[in-house]
């Protein structure tokens, strides 16, 4: 399904709250209610039970990409494309309290899907546990990185950075700071004071 935009969001106040209204409803031949949901970013996931006229009961993951600009010079101010795990979505950082809630599924996709969202948890989990790195230490990455000038490279040392919390690094050799995006996803270690703490392992 496309995308579907609006100006308004019927007075719901937030993107979450207009989104589990469109799927909480009644219909002649089934019922369906949003037991959970969350925004992760700008991502809707929700759990949404499906009963059927004969008493069927099916729970099943919702996704929905958003966008919400209240000035948008267009007028439309939210837009959102939906789907179902069935149809396997990329987004997969579905919070584990919406995929306790879904019921068991016989479709390739949407279990291909709830694996991916239960790595994702596993790995961000191990992230947090890792130790965060402070200025003056040095920190060094298990696999090197390659440069703009052919080098590899796997020990810096951290420092301060005065336009934000993410620490740089310096290159004891060439002493050129850099940046090193999303390091936290990567595995490694700590030195200081002679003390070496490993990071946790990448999931």
Not at 10 to 25: E, K, S
Not at 36 to 55: D, L
Request: hydrophobic content about 35%.
């Amino acid at each position: 399904m496309g995308w579907l935009f609006m100006r308004d969001m019927g007075g719901h106040a937030t993107p979450r709250a207009y989104l589990d209204n469109q799927f909480t409803y009644t219909r002649d031949d089934h019922r369906l209610t949003v037991l959970a949901s969350s925004m992760v970013g700008s991502t809707y996931y929700a759990a949404c039970e499906r009963v059927e006229s004969n008493k069927d009961r099916e729970v099943f993951a919702v996704v929905c990409l958003t966008k919400h600009n209240p000035r948008s010079t267009d007028g439309h101010v939210f837009g959102y494309k939906d789907m179902t795990e069935h149809m396997g979505p990329c987004e997969s950082d579905c919070p584990a309290s919406i995929l306790d809630a879904l019921t068991d599924t016989d479709s390739e996709y949407a279990v291909n899907w709830r694996a991916r969202c239960r790595a994702n948890l596993i790995r961000r989990k191990l992230e947090q546990a890792k130790p965060a790195p402070k200025p003056g230490q040095t920190i060094i990455f298990d696999e090197p990185m390659r440069f703009s000038d052919g080098s590899d490279r796997a020990r810096f040392e951290v420092v301060a950075n005065p336009k934000g919390k993410t620490p740089l690094f310096r290159d004891p050799e060439s002493r050129a700071i850099c940046r090193i995006p999303a390091f936290r996803k990567r595995t490694y270690r700590i030195v200081h004071a002679a003390i070496v703490v490993r990071g946790a392992a990448n999931g």
